[in-house]
């Protein structure tokens, strides 16, 4: 049995122990016509074992993620000559299918898609049933208007059933700020009946400290998640060392070169493995003097369009009466603007509860 087997069961183990084995066949098999092609297929179509090391080396653990990576950037792997890079992303090209489709079919497709709930049935039903797998979702607002909060629910809904909302999966966990809190996950699984333990073990955590390791920290992810089964990728929060990294105007082009280098590989993620990927953004204030004139709240999410154009759906969070949230739709290109409210409890979000007027 390989360890992505072994990985894989633990998140059925409600299931009748006698056919464990003929569970896990099951589940390998449909990883295998669903999942990502691991590279190390590419050997048996002309392609070296030595370059395959030297590509996953360079973080390229998929056939997908040679397929969407431009044939230039293959060549600086090292070893990897110019005749070499056309070959490989040739055969990867006969692989991955690249060309165009039928409306009809990418229909098909986007409805195979699951949702991961936020533990808040209204905040569900804004995103039109709860976070989507195989894109970015941006989650900006204030200290204290429950982005992390959000972060440590998600992290224990993922690895639900897919029946009660979740991914069947595990979760990594990229944290820039030090919010990161394990007990929370802990309350946050009671509430949904898993066992602690297995929970904490099926989040892996790293701490980035610069924004170098941040984007490092994505290629040891692409091989965990080439390695097993994960259905959520959290960075909480994504700009927040690059606003320490790259300080002054002299050095914005390279901070925002360096984000959209982060944001598109974040992306290749979300397409490789087909999983969700939350980022938490920080806000700063509007400093033209028309924006409070018009806008009631003038702040904005930092990171520029880079940011804005690279995540599917943006959310912003504000702070409401006690334990409340609001959560408005800034931008998505499938969900109307709109709004609701959540609220934030020992056990993770939810609803806000509703008082009797007695």
């Not at 598109?264 to 990927?277: K, N, S």
């Amino acid at each position: 049995m390989t360890q992505t087997e072994v990985e894989q069961g633990s998140f059925h183990e409600s299931q009748n122990v006698n056919h464990e084995p003929e569970i896990v066949e099951a589940e390998e098999e449909e990883d295998v016509l669903n999942g990502p092609l691991l590279i190390e297929q590419l050997e048996g179509n002309g392609i070296s074992s030595s370059d395959i090391k030297k590509l996953k080396a360079e973080g390229y653990y998929t056939i997908e993620s040679i397929a969407y990576t431009p044939k230039r950037h293959l060549m600086t792997v090292k070893g990897i000559s110019e005749n070499k890079a056309e070959k490989i992303s040739a055969e990867a090209a006969r692989l991955v299918p690249l060309g165009f489709t039928t409306a009809s079919e990418f229909h098909s497709r986007r409805s195979e898609l699951i949702c991961l709930t936020t533990g808040s049935k209204q905040l569900d039903t804004l995103l039109g049933g709860g976070v989507e797998t195989g894109s970015i979702t941006e989650v900006f607002g204030e200290f204290r208007t429950g982005k992390s909060q959000l972060c440590h629910t998600l992290a224990v809904t993922c690895q639900l059933p897919i029946d009660m909302g979740g991914g069947e999966g595990k979760c990594l966990y990229i944290d820039t700020e030090g919010t990161f809190r394990p007990n929370r996950l802990i309350s946050i699984a009671e509430r949904y009946g898993l066992n602690p333990n297995d929970c904490l073990d099926n989040v892996a955590y790293a701490r980035a400290y610069n924004a170098e390791h941040q984007l490092n920290l994505l290629n040891v992810a692409a091989q965990m998640m080439a390695e097993s089964r994960f259905s959520l990728l959290i960075v909480d929060s994504i700009m927040s060392l690059y606003r320490t990294d790259y300080a002054g105007r002299g050095e914005l082009s390279a901070r925002q070169t360096h984000v959209a280098r982060f944001m598109r590989t974040l992306q290749r993620l979300a397409d490789e493995f087909g999983i969700a990927v939350i980022i938490t953004n920080q806000v700063v204030a509007q400093v033209d003097g028309m924006s409070g004139m018009f806008n009631p709240d003038p702040k904005k999410p930092i990171g520029g369009n880079i940011i804005a154009h690279a995540s599917t759906t943006r959310l912003s969070f504000k702070k409401g009466r006690a334990e409340t949230r609001i959560c408005k739709i800034y931008d998505s290109p499938c969900l109307p603007e709109s709004e609701c409210v959540f609220a934030i409890y020992e056990d993770g979000i939810g609803d806000p509860k509703v008082e009797n007027d007695e």
